[in-house]
């Protein structure tokens, strides 16, 4: 069986089939690079363009359908690309309790506070400050205090954009006990 190609860009198993699909590649670029971007991630790199990805199984209508049955919901977005993260429309969409994790927390100038940091997106993006909980999958920072929240939730999910760092963040959530 060969070996999956994945996206040195966001990790997405790669195909040729299906350009509304995740990972999708044009089948003449598939095989032709080393390190291959999906479409996705080639067009973000080269144009800084961000498209739409429309998809019966991932519509924001079944994302939020499912995040309705969980316990806790957290929204994770990172603070290097909070406009290409960070979506208000889809938060209106979202349960209330809903917590937006600031991710990438350990890539900020350090004169800026964790205070400074939700008071500027709070203000930015017209959110509650107290939804927001600045994070760093990198040097764990406020994960102590997610971990809490999380184990009070016998269901909890995870959304966001690609690239914003969830699996990241429940990877390093997991190596505790």
Do not use: W
Not at 85 to 99: G, H, I, V
Request: net charge positive.
């Amino acid at each position: 069986m060969p070996k999956t190609l994945k996206c040195e860009g966001c990790g997405v198993a790669l195909q040729s089939q299906n350009a509304d699909m995740p990972g999708y590649v044009p089948p003449e670029l598939f095989e032709k690079y080393e390190k291959p971007l999906c479409q996705r991630c080639f067009r973000i790199r080269h144009y800084g363009s961000h498209f739409q990805l429309v998809s019966r199984y991932f519509s924001p209508e079944k994302v939020v359908e499912t995040l309705e049955k969980c316990g806790g919901v957290f929204y994770v977005a990172d603070l290097t690309d909070l406009t290409g993260t960070l979506n208000a429309d889809f938060l209106d969409r979202l349960p209330s309790r809903t917590m937006i994790l600031l991710n990438k927390f350990d890539l900020l100038p350090r004169a800026l506070s964790a205070e400074m940091v939700k008071t500027r997106v709070a203000t930015s993006y017209r959110l509650e400050r107290e939804r927001l909980f600045p994070v760093s999958a990198m040097n764990r920072y406020g994960l102590p205090g997610l971990k809490d929240i999380l184990v009070r939730n016998n269901l909890n999910g995870f959304c966001g954009y690609v690239n914003a760092g969830k699996s990241s963040l429940i990877n390093e959530l997991l190596k505790d006990p």
